[in-house]
DNA sequence: CGAATGGGTTTGAAAAGCCAACCCATTGGG
DNA sequence: CCCAATGGGTTGGCTTTTCAAACCCATTCG
């Protein structure tokens, strides 16, 4: 045995997503840029490495290639839905940095429906309270793992 | 000029936790896992790396390394309130999956104070109201920066 | 004594990243 | 007609990371 990591939904949204530019992609898609020179500026990406990218996100479903043209054929990325049920998590990461690094000089601002710029909550979608640290309890449902404690986990 | 590509939130809190594993290790941390061996094995990050990913998370200001015993020598990593305001991109990296890759059979279960299962809801902290696609709009600061359209972004 | 725990560092090979250049088809301008 | 630009890539060659496994050191446990 190799001693697997913890199973975890994390992990595995960020074994789709978590490469090195792909969230990024989403980003721009998700701005309505589409087109792959376009996005590949946009993010920095190097072209090879978002063709490797953008095969990986449309496999992964979170993508879809659309042809726009024929003669030439031109194709341009969509989000799917799964895709843009991943806006939360592009939302919370640039909450963090708006707040912790670019504090002073935003360089995108969300803003809501309401006129107001968005702060944006996790909110517990029955009860409608907050969602944070104190009110969040882990239950790790796989065997063996538990959140702490001095157990051995897995291995012999 | 090299193009540099869009200033963006997203992209600078990327460039300090988006490298692989370091948003598992905030996950141990935040389960209360914080000793170098077992977060080692939980997240399936190979030692040397481990040791980087950790280096910067400190300097990053996310993670501090606190001394528990002299004699010998032994840290754990606990996470700082900036650490902690990660939550939110956890939860939502995890809502995803569990939603789009293990819907029948999730690993790790988010109890709220409520006394239901989390399904997390992002609002807008003022009005209260979801914050989803529909209701936001976009402003792009940044000169030479628009979300879409024809314009050529930035070089010459 | 010998093994285990804890927190790493070292080594060497495999994989991934990166840049620049190239390719092909079509459109647009002079 | 010819030349450049647009769009969407692929290819070559080098640099950087990653990775697994082994090693190291101090202390404690049996």
Redesign the interface.
Known sequence: MK????????????A?V???YS??VL??V?????RFD?IA????APRDILTTRLKRLVEA?VLEKVQYSERPPRFEYRATA?G???????????????????AD??????????G?V??????????G?E???D????????PG?T??GPTT??EA
């Open positions: 001693a697997a990591p913890r199973p975890c939904s994390i992990a595995d949204t960020l789709l978590g490469e090195k969230l990024l980003r721009e998700s701005l309505g840029v589409r376009r500026r946009n993010t920095g479903g799964a843009e049920e991943l806006q939360p998590v592009l939302v919370t990461l640039m909450a963090w940095g708006d707040r912790h690094l670019n000089d935003r360089p995108v601002v969300l803003e809501h429906r309401c107001e968005l702060s944006p909550r996790i909110v517990c979608a029955h009860c309270d969602a944070d640290r009110s969040l309890t882990a239950h790790v449902r796989a793992w959140t702490a986990p897995r």
